[in-house]
């Protein structure tokens, strides 16, 4: 299943419509615990796959949104106003969504857990399941500081979704029979140079839910690293893969920073407890 699986992610990927087509990795930098790669973590050669079948325990990532995400309906606060930008970097197409479900299926031991739109949970809960893993929820990030819909023509949108997957076989998590819902401020921490930073409150939360110390978690879309920060401060192993040079920088520079707060946290701390959703 693997050899077949690897065989048409081959082709897949040589036909081109997919995230950084021919951008090969060009540089890696690790330190205590963590590694990340500065290419494309879909290239067949040095991407994600090259790490072999169960090689990490988890993967937990936050891709690229769709192109329904890619308009100038996006508005962010710049200078203190409010202005409309699109997003600065690629779309996720069905291409590389089969390539990114692929990979993390052949390469994760246990869970999948990938951020997306509403509108794209079904996509990739199929392609996931295409792919050798078994869907099992999706979970919610609630922001109550979430922008709201100044057209008032429509319901805003004040949460992501969040696609949850195992491997195949008994799946176990440590939130007990908590719901998978996340309520996390965006803005609770300072910026990062990123436009779709994930608050570190967050990412903790679930690599807390759903890994244990000691396990290899993998970010194929690492971005400014947010995903490996949480995992080092908490006990955990990272490694991951950014294409962009200057979030690249930004994703070294918050690891490096990250080892000296490992002190802070015990391998050995106990799972989280099923109780209250909040902090």
């Known amino acids: 299943m693997h050899v077949r699986r690897r065989a048409a992610w081959s082709a897949l990927f040589d036909r081109g419509d997919q995230l950084g087509k021919g951008e ?82 052949t390469v994760s031991r246990r869970w999948i857990v990938a951020f997306c739109q509403a509108e794209a949970v079904k996509a990739w809960a199929d392609e996931i399941e295409r792919s050798g893993a078994v869907y099992k929820r999706a979970c919610v990030w609630i922001k109550p500081d979430g922008m709201p819909q100044f057209t008032g023509d429509r319901p805003g949108m004040g949460y992501e979704s969040i696609v949850t997957a195992h491997a195949p076989g008994k799946s176990a998590w440590n939130g007990g029979g908590k719901h998978g819902v996340y309520t996390f401020a965006k803005n609770g921490e300072g910026p990062t140079g990123h436009p779709t930073t994930k608050p570190a409150a967050l990412m903790e939360a679930l690599i807390r839910d759903f890994t244990d110390p000691g396990e290899l978690i993998c970010d194929p879309f690492s971005g400014s690293g947010s995903t490996g920060v949480a995992a080092i401060r908490l006990g955990r192993r990272f490694v991951g893969w950014e294409m962009d040079d200057a979030y690249f920088e930004i994703a070294v520079s918050r690891l490096r920073g990250s080892k000296e707060q490992i002190g802070l946290f015990s391998a050995k701390a106990p799972k989280a407890k099923q109780g209250t959703l909040l902090k």
């Open 24 to 105: 090969a990795m060009s540089r890696t930098e690790s330190g205590d615990g963590w590694t990340l790669h500065l290419g494309n973590s879909l290239d067949p050669g040095t991407g994600v796959m090259s790490l072999g079948a169960k090689s990490v325990d988890h993967v937990i990532t936050d891709p690229p949104y769709e192109a329904e995400a890619h308009t100038k309906q996006r508005r962010v606060t710049r200078g203190g106003s409010l202005t409309c930008e699109p997003l600065p970097f690629a779309q996720m197409s069905h291409d590389s969504r089969v390539l990114a479900s692929i990979a993390m299926a």
